[in-house]
Nanobody, 122 residues
Framework: VQLVESGGGSVQAGGSLSLSCTVS????????MAWFRQAPGKEREGIAA???????AYANSVKGRFTISRDNAKNAVRLQMNTLKPEDTALYYC?????????????????WGQGTQVTVSS
């Protein structure tokens, strides 16, 4: 199974970025997908998840600013990030295959991408 993230970069506060993750060698439509992030010196944080039935959950820190979506035909999950803040600066990871709840616990996902950097300047 391979997860490949793209779309990270640098942006000023208030700006937007869109991240994408494509998945191969997995029956994508059967599985929950999620985005996590990890800032230097901090633990990996679950920020958004979308179940195979379309149910969505967000961390409070991104609710109302970030939107997760999936395209089962393309084996892809997307994270639209708006109104970005400097505290959103982190390495963002895509995760697949939720083994058990809760979704926001990193150990509960089986497969991970390599991460893509998002930097928000003030």
């Amino acid at each position: 199974v391979q997860l490949v993230e793209s779309g990270g970069g640098s942006v000023q506060a208030g700006g937007s970025l869109s991240l994408s993750c494509t998945v191969s060698r997995l029956t994508f439509s059967n599985h929950c997908m999620a985005w996590f992030r990890q800032a230097p010196g901090k633990e990996r944080e679950g920020i958004a998840a979308i179940a195979n039935d379309g149910r969505i959950a967000y961390a409070n820190s991104v609710k109302g600013r970030f939107t997760i979506s999936r395209d089962n035909a393309k084996n892809a999950v997307r994270l639209q990030m708006n109104t970005l803040k400097p505290e959103d600066t982190a390495l963002y990871y895509c995760a697949a295959y939720l083994k058990q709840d809760p979704w926001y616990t990193p150990a509960n996902f089986r497969y991970w991408g390599q991460g893509t950097q998002v930097t928000v300047s003030s």
